[in-house]
T-cell receptor
Framework: QKEVEQNSGPLSVPEGAIASLNCTYS??????FFWYRQYSGKSPELIMS????GDKEDGRFTAQLNKASQYVSLLIRDSQPSDSATYLC???????????FGTGTSLTVIP | GAVVSQHPSWVICKSGTSVKIECRSL??????MFWYRQFPKQSLMLMAT?????????EQGVEKDKFLINHASLTLSTLTVTSAHPEDSSFYIC????????????FGNGTRLTVT
């Protein structure tokens, strides 16, 4: 099992819909998680961090963490074409001198 | 928010020459910096991890003599691609994390290297 596994997609949703992106993780990963968005030809940018069980909302984005199931997700409400990108989940190992990334989910929002 | 500055953003060099890429954390001290390479439509590939004041740890298959990493201070790491060849053409991205629990990775804007 990979340390962080991500549903690889690709995922297509119509504009205005909810996009759901998911990751599972192994016991090796410390239980803080980060979601990154990467546009084509650009470097990843941090969009959400979550450290505690439950939901964390930031604008149209909601991150969900379920430590019992070792599952983390990102919901994007009212999806916009500008949300079309690859989304990466990541978690640190130990004290943070190592990070594991999922393989990324390519999201396309169709106008 | 935390900012990581990477220079240059793009570089074209001739085969056989060396190229240095700088990565700076502008408003935090980066205990650890990571260097990634990404080919078109592929995932990030970790090349090496560097901790301030110590030798970098290279991933399997990455030639340490070809990709020289120096992390001389808590705010600066450099990657030098020595004797570059066309197959080294890629998008190189650095990232850094601060000395704090739950600190995320912050990425530089990347350097697009083209070797002719």
């Amino acid at each position: 099992q990979k340390e962080v596994e991500q549903n690889s997609g690709p995922l297509s949703v119509p504009e205005g819909a909810i996009a759901s992106l998911n990751c599972t993780y192994s016991d090796r990963v410390s239980q803080s998680f980060f979601w990154y968005r990467q546009y084509s030809g650009k470097s990843p940018e941090l969009i959400m961090s979550i450290y505690s069980n439950g939901d964390k909302e930031d604008g149209r984005f909601t991150a969900q963490l379920n430590k019992a199931s070792q599952y983390v997700s990102l919901l994007i409400r009212d999806s916009q074409p500008s949300d079309s990108a690859t989304y990466l989940c990541a978690g640190p190992v130990g004290t943070g001198n190592q990070f594991y990334f999922g393989t990324g989910t390519s999201l396309t929002v169709i106008p | 928010g935390a900012v990581v500055s990477q220079h240059p953003s793009w570089v074209i060099c001739k085969s056989g020459t060396s190229v240095k890429i700088e990565c700076r954390s502008l408003d935090f001290q980066a205990t650890t910096m990571f260097w990634y390479r990404q080919f078109p439509k592929q995932s990030l590939m970790l090349m090496a991890t560097s901790n301030e004041g110590s030798k970098a740890t290279y991933e399997q298959g990455v030639e340490k003599d070809k990709f020289l990493i120096n992390h001389a201070s808590l705010t600066l790491s450099t990657l030098t691609v020595t004797s570059a060849h066309p197959e080294d053409s890629s998008f190189y991205i650095c990232s850094a994390t601060a000395r704090a629990t739950n600190s995320p990775l912050h990425f530089g804007n990347g350097t697009r290297l083209t070797v002719t």
